[in-house]
């Protein structure tokens, strides 16, 4: 199965940076989407941004403008620049990729999260 891990979280100063990065591991025969989600306590998981196979990005709108989204599919890696950070932005992290894997099925597959703490 392919797996993923995230890096890169932390705790940081609100107007601050981090970014956060997603390896795949395993053979995949293609990628439809890398994106990033993140759930804060009490919250529904949501969408962050989002990167297709064809380089259009989806971002959230309280993102929009802060966060920048970029992969290389052939490293297999996922890279979520998060800059201007607020509170709000506090939350659990998830990497996530969908494509096909070596025996050609289709994978939805998430990274374990990596926390992001935003402090005043």
């Known amino acids: 199965q392919v797996q993923l891990v995230e890096s890169g979280g932390g705790l940081v100063q609100a107007g601050g940076s981090l970014r956060l990065s997603c390896a795949a591991s395993?053979?995949?025969?293609?990628?439809?989407?890398m994106g990033w989600y993140r759930q804060a306590p009490g919250n529904q998981r949501e969408l962050v941004a989002l990167i297709t196979s064809g380089g259009s990005t989806n971002y959230a709108d309280s993102v929009k403008g802060r966060f920048s989204i970029s992969r290389d599919n052939a490293k297999k890696t996922v890279t979520l620049q998060m800059n201007s950070l607020k509170l709000e932005d506090t939350a659990v992290y998830y990497c996530?990729?969908?494509?096909?894997?070596?025996?050609?099925?289709?994978?939805?597959?998430w990274g374990q999260g990596t926390q992001v703490t935003v402090s005043s």
């Open positions: 395993g053979i995949i025969f293609s990628i439809n989407a």
């Open positions: 996530n990729i969908r494509g096909r894997n070596a025996i050609l099925l289709d994978f939805d597959s």
